[in-house]
């Protein structure tokens, strides 16, 4: 009987769809008659001309039969006065009376628009919903239960965040022996939040934490509690939480959690927006565990800054995870993980590919052996090879070549002399990040060259004297394209761009200017419903705004200086390196080394690490955005 309440709404479209056609075929239909259709202006004359035998008169329609035995109808408007004179002329005239409807199909005419759009709107959701059971279930949870199923993943198919890994061994400590902890007093966090950017491993973290645990796993998406309903969300959170009660100990995973729990007040619907009911709940739910409940929350997000303070505070996410992006010794680790089921040639070199990736997390390591595996493929090689590393990091960071786009000799002159320009300032600048690689092969959408420097070792700091290097190292593009050709191009764009950018940091954020002294100018306003910073607030008057635009204009001017004076003192290293670099596109850091003379002093163990690949780009583009979004810009992020 309940099953048969639940679904009556799918009864409705037969049941309106058998009434109509039985109305339909019950009553008479006019047209059925194949009579001749006599106009009744003929109609009158022929009655006047004594040629109709008889008439049947139904409402304005006129149905008889002529003499001369042809059946006819016709039509006139108003039939009063027409029997009568009918009759004078000695037609046999039959009136029909009115067919009276029954009141049944009277009603179901009128309500037929309105069950056909009701059983329309059941229909669809029935479909939306993937099933009659579900028509009325929407308000049940989409979390998926992991029991036989659970994953299979443990803490060794992880690498690159050891120290997030210790921080949920009491996790699972606690669902394998909850009472060891019970005897000491302790309490086990409710709920974890694990943070880190896109990439670094948080879904896979709490995957082995449910694999180690051996409990039942929970997983849901944020976005999957919001529906177009209003209260949905609130329902399907507490029907998670009953569902999860009934299998404690386990763990309930909520990836990408700043769907539903943005800081509240944001939007426009106040406190009866769907998302702010829909967190209100879950912080209720969080709060309202029972004592020695079995219940972990883990989630998820990539943006902890616009989560509510509510959200975070203890006795719901008690504790904050960072997985952040792994170092050398973690890149590493990530790629014996990757490469277990791969074949290797016996020149690969791991421990060279970790340090050529900085900024590469988890996502972008594996995508990396990926992309050697579909190039060895692609080359008929059975095996990967340090060559298919190296193009494939390449491919990651600047794109595929495009060794098909034409590029005149003159800009291809103008793209060599630009980064060779690059590649002198590196090297010649004391305590620069050495050259790797140096190209003028266009890749990707828009980098027509670049240069790769790779640090000696990973670094948190950054001093004042090294942001000063490495706007000279920016600067060198641009000098050596005015120093050679007396003119100038747009291939500097990117490189102004940020030079500038690094300048202005130095004396707003950092404190690097002696004229404005240690301070840190202008303030960032946070807006929560977009969930970026959209705009500063100048703290500052005007005048101190004139000072840090003259003090960002004497950086750079400085730098510039000092690269065109080194350039011009270095023009035949120049011109040799431009022409070595126009004749084989790609020069090797060693190249370089033996090309300035100092071929000894290149160290080829020392640990290595990707920074700041330059892109050329062409008059009419851009250059390509691939190497800041990899974190392998030369913004420095101190600690």
């Known amino acids: 009987m309940g099953k048969l309440a639940k679904n009556l709404g799918l009864y409705l479209v037969p049941i309106v769809l058998v009434v109509s056609l039985v109305n339909v075929f019950l009553t008479p239909n006019p047209s059925s008659n194949q009579a001749e259709s006599l106009p009744y202006s003929d109609f009158i004359k022929a009655v006047e001309a004594g040629r109709v035998n008889r008439v049947s008169i139904e409402d304005n329609t006129l149905r008889g039969v002529l003499k001369d035995g042809k059946e006819f109808r016709s039509y006139a408007v108003g039939t009063g006065e027409l029997a009568p004179r009918l009759v004078e002329k000695g037609v046999q005239v039959e009136v029909v009376p009115p067919q009276k409807t029954p009141w049944w199909a009277n009603l179901m005419s009128s309500l037929f628009p309105t069950l056909l759009l009701i059983g329309a709107w059941i229909f669809i959701l029935y479909n939306m919903q993937g099933g009659g059971s579900k028509v009325m279930n929407f308000a049940k949870s989409k979390a998926k239960l992991f029991l036989d199923n659970r994953p299979k993943v443990n803490f060794g198919d992880v690498a690159g965040c050891d120290e997030a890994k210790e921080e949920l061994q009491e996790v699972v400590g606690f669902l394998k022996d909850p009472g060891r902890f019970a005897r000491l007093g302790a309490k086990v966090p409710r709920g974890v939040l694990l943070l880190g950017a896109p990439g670094t491993g948080k879904t896979l973290l709490s995957r082995a934490v449910a694999g180690e645990a051996d409990v039942p796993f929970f997983s849901i998406s944020g976005s999957d509690f919001v529906e177009m309903f209003v209260g949905v969300g609130a329902a399907r959170v507490r029907d998670l939480f009953e569902q999860a009660r009934r299998y404690q100990p386990c763990i309930v995973f909520i990836d990408e959690i700043d769907a539903v729990g943005r800081h509240r007040g944001a939007g426009l619907g106040g406190g009866h927006d769907e998302r702010e009911q829909t967190l209100n709940q879950l912080l209720v739910e969080m709060d309202g565990f029972e004592a020695g409940s079995g219940i972990i929350l883990i989630a998820a997000t990539n943006r902890p800054d616009i989560l509510d303070p509510a959200l975070l505070r203890p006795g719901r996410f008690d504790r904050h995870i960072v997985v952040d992006r792994p170092d050398v010794n973690g890149r590493l680790g990530i790629l014996k993980v990757h490469i277990k089921d791969k074949k290797l040639d016996e020149q690969v070199n791991l421990d060279v590919i970790a340090r050529r990736t900085p900024g590469f997390v988890g996502a972008d390591l594996a995508n990396l052996v990926n992309e050697a595996a579909l190039l060895a493929g692609r080359r008929g090689k059975e095996l990967l090879?340090?060559?298919?590393?190296?193009?494939?990091?390449?491919?990651?960071?600047a794109g595929p070549e495009r060794k098909s786009r034409v590029i005149s000799k003159k800009e291809r002159e103008i793209i060599a002399y630009h980064e060779s320009g690059h590649a002198l300032i590196a090297k010649l600048t004391p305590g620069s990040d050495r050259v790797h690689k140096i190209s003028i092969i266009p890749r990707g959408h828009k980098a027509l060259g670049y240069t790769l420097q790779l640090p000696e070792e990973d670094r948190f700091l950054v001093s004042r004297e090294e942001m000063m290097q490495r706007i000279c190292v920016l600067l060198g593009g641009r000098v050596a394209e005015s120093l050679v050709f007396g003119d100038v191009t747009t291939g500097a764009q990117n490189d102004l761009e940020r030079a500038t950018q690094?300048?202005?940091?130095?004396?707003?954020?950092?404190?690097?200017?002696?004229?404005?002294?240690?301070?840190?100018?202008?303030?960032?306003?946070?807006?929560?419903?977009?969930?970026?910073?959209?705009?500063?607030?100048?703290?500052?008057?005007?005048?101190?705004?004139?000072?840090i635009d003259q003090e960002v204009r004497r950086i750079v001017d400085e730098c510039y200086a000092r690269v065109k004076g080194m350039l011009e003192e270095h023009r035949e290293k120049l011109e040799e390196i431009t022409q070595l670099l126009l004749e084989q596109e790609v020069l090797e850091g060693e190249d370089l080394d033996r090309v300035l003379g100092n071929g000894d002093e290149v160290v080829a163990e020392s640990p290595e690490k990707e920074d700041l690949p330059e892109t050329g780009a062409s008059p009419s583009e851009e250059p390509s955005p691939a190497a800041p979004r990899r974190g392998l810009a030369v913004d420095p992020e101190p600690a």
Do not use: C, W
Request: charged share 30%; aromatic share 8%; net charge negative.
């Open 385 to 397: 090879g340090m060559p298919e590393f190296e193009e494939a990091i390449d491919r990651v960071i």
């Open 502 to 547: 690094m300048a202005r940091q130095m004396v707003t954020e950092f404190g690097m200017s002696e004229r404005l002294g240690p301070v840190t100018l202008g303030r960032k306003q946070h807006e929560v419903f977009l969930g970026r910073d959209i705009v500063e607030d100048r703290n500052y008057s005007e005048e101190i705004a004139y000072a």
